[in-house]
Nanobody
Framework: QVQLVESGGGLVQAGGSLRLSCAAS????????MAWFRQAQGKERECVAA????????YYANSVKGRFTISRDNAKNTVYLEMNSLKPEDTAVYYC?????????????????WGQGSQVTVSS
């Protein structure tokens, strides 16, 4: 059973940076795509970034392009989200998700496993 645990969230001032990590337990991490989603209060969950099993990033939301970078280390069973130039509108709970079919897209229905979420708050 694959389990995902996020870490690295917190409070940061606008313009600052954070790096989220998502550690996966269980077998097969190197065989599936991973993604980061976020959900702000009162809004729908949206995909922020996705990366396929070979490490190629396949999706970035327009709102984060040029500021966020998704990467993975298959040897460590970990996926990362480097977030720079943070804005108050980036405030949300961030979730990592695993797609066993290596889809690498933005549709949340394709992702079979989810972490518990990590709060990111950006103050103005």
């Amino acid at each position: 059973q694959v389990q995902l645990v996020e870490s690295g969230g917190g409070l940061v001032q606008a313009g600052g940076s954070l790096r989220l990590s998502c550690a996966a337990s269980g077998r097969g991490f190197s065989h599936y795509a991973m993604a980061w989603f976020r959900q702000a209060q009162g809004k729908e969950r949206e995909c922020v970034a996705a990366v396929r099993r070979n490490g190629v990033a396949t999706y970035y939301a327009n709102s984060v392009k040029g500021r966020f970078t998704i990467s993975r280390d298959n040897a460590k069973n970990t996926v990362y989200l480097e977030m720079n130039s943070l804005k108050p509108e980036d405030t949300a709970v961030y979730y990592c998700a695993a797609d066993f079919g290596d889809y690498g897209g933005s549709d949340s229905h394709a992702y079979e496993r989810w972490g518990q979420g990590s709060q990111v708050t950006v103050s103005s």
